[in-house]
């Protein structure tokens, strides 16, 4: 009876210490995690633009989809530095080699943009600014990996699939999430422009309203037919693989065509946009940019002078 309590005690004392073990383990996974959360709810539901007039941004998360792209980047972290560094325990351990990890991404050759968010994501977490951690490439228009050409899966979708999307998504600028939750019942007419309702999976849940914008007057009216001819959801179903920026870029290459003025008349200097860096010289119109941003649910025209004027439409 005694050999049995005194192996029941050992068993006992083993779970308890792997379970101290693993809750020591995970703690900055769960440190982390909560972090995110609280500043999803902080923000989930307010204005930006105030907050940042009143320096009230840091500790806040604005949209859904910025959480999962942060929760996403700090997990990848978090893996890495499971295996590299068994040895950090704390969410204050686990910042001290945030700059060996950004310094991999570097090594491994990840584009600008990729380490950029990483750097951004995992400052939000520790509490930091970004100009705490070590100095990453710069973020240049030509270095931007992601639709420029055909990638590995872009070969898992059918052409037939791949046309449709494609056309659509030239016409109408919309993301994926978008696509796959838009209705027949969506378009409607406003002084002669086919126009789109987008209230369903937008980015940080704003609703807008998009211009249908075919290469041709002729294209259009294809577009806005093939639309009426549908019932319900136009995509219930669209693969994972569909990546649909380089259609976004033409869609907003068109827009802005249908709205700018000729540059060297326009006289207001505010209403001018003149490009930096690799593109230094290059001058668009602001307002006809702004309209384009709007359409794409974006908030800043230089997004769309740096990540979608880039193309032909």
Same mark, same amino acid.
């Given at each position: 009876?005694?050999?049995?309590?005194?192996?029941?005690?050992?068993?006992?004392?083993?779970?308890?210490?792997?379970?101290?073990?693993?809750?020591?383990?995970?703690?900055?996974?769960?440190?982390?995690?909560?972090?995110?959360?609280?500043?999803?709810?902080?923000?989930?539901?307010?204005?930006?633009?105030?907050?940042?007039?009143?320096?009230?941004?840091?500790?806040?998360?604005?949209?859904?989809?910025?959480?999962?792209?942060?929760?996403?980047?700090?997990?990848?972290?978090?893996?890495?530095?499971?295996?590299?560094?068994?040895?950090?325990?704390?969410?204050?351990?686990?910042?001290?080699?945030?700059?060996?990890?950004?310094?991999?991404?570097?090594?491994?050759?990840?584009?600008?943009?990729?380490?950029?968010?990483?750097?951004?994501?995992?400052?939000?977490?520790?509490?930091?600014?970004?100009?705490?951690?070590?100095?990453?490439?710069?973020?240049?228009?030509?270095?931007?990996?992601?639709?420029?050409?055909?990638?590995?899966?872009?070969?898992? !979708? &059918?052409? #037939? /699939? *791949?046309?449709?999307?494609? +056309?659509?998504? %030239?016409?109408?600028?919309?993301?994926?999430?978008?696509?796959?939750?838009?209705?027949?019942?969506?378009?409607?007419?406003?002084?002669?422009?086919?126009?789109?309702?987008?209230?369903?999976?937008?980015?940080?849940?704003?609703?807008?309203?998009?211009?249908?914008?075919?290469?041709?007057?002729?294209?259009?009216?294809?577009?806005?037919?093939?639309?009426?001819?549908?019932?319900?959801?136009?995509?219930?179903?669209?693969?994972?693989?569909?990546?649909?920026?380089?259609?976004?870029?033409?869609?907003?290459?068109?827009?802005?065509?249908?709205?700018?003025?000729?540059?060297?008349? !326009? &006289?207001? #200097? /505010? *209403?001018?946009?003149?490009? +930096?860096?690799? %593109?230094?010289?290059?001058?668009?119109?602001?307002?006809?940019?702004?309209?384009?941003?709007?359409?794409?649910?974006?908030?800043?025209?230089?997004?769309?002078?740096?990540?979608?004027?880039?193309?032909?439409?």
């Amino acid at each position: 009876m005694a050999n049995t309590e005194i192996k029941k005690g050992r068993w006992a004392t083993k779970r308890a210490n792997k379970k101290k073990k693993a809750e020591k383990k995970e703690s900055y996974r769960k440190t982390g995690r909560l972090r995110l959360q609280s500043m999803l709810e902080a923000g989930f539901g307010t204005k930006r633009s105030k907050d940042k007039v009143e320096a009230d941004t840091k500790n806040k998360i604005y949209s859904k989809s910025t959480f999962v792209t942060y929760k996403n980047q700090f997990r990848y972290f978090a893996d890495w530095l499971e295996v590299a560094h068994p040895e950090a325990q704390t969410i204050e351990d686990a910042l001290g080699f945030v700059d060996e990890y950004l310094q991999r991404l570097i090594d491994l050759n990840r584009s600008a943009y990729t380490i950029s968010t990483a750097k951004v994501a995992l400052a939000k977490v520790f509490g930091v600014e970004g100009t705490c951690f070590i100095k990453t490439p710069p973020r240049l228009r030509e270095n931007i990996k992601r639709s420029r050409e055909e990638v590995e899966r872009d070969k898992h !979708i &059918s052409k #037939k /699939k *791949e046309d449709t999307l494609s +056309r659509f998504t %030239r016409d109408t600028g919309r993301r994926r999430a978008e696509v796959i939750r838009i209705e027949t019942s969506d378009l409607f007419f406003d002084n002669g422009w086919a126009m789109l309702r987008v209230g369903k999976g937008t980015k940080g849940g704003k609703p807008r309203l998009v211009e249908i914008v075919g290469k041709t007057e002729a294209e259009t009216k294809d577009i806005v037919r093939w639309i009426q001819a549908q019932r319900g959801r136009l995509f219930p179903k669209v693969s994972s693989n569909y990546d649909n920026h380089s259609y976004r870029a033409s869609y907003a290459t068109r827009l802005y065509e249908r709205y700018a003025r000729d540059v060297s008349k !326009i &006289s207001n #200097k /505010k *209403e001018r946009y003149s490009m +930096r860096k690799d %593109r230094a010289g290059e001058v668009y119109d602001r307002v006809a940019m702004q309209i384009v941003s709007k359409n794409l649910g974006h908030t800043r025209v230089s997004v769309i002078a740096q990540s979608y004027l880039y193309t032909h439409s």
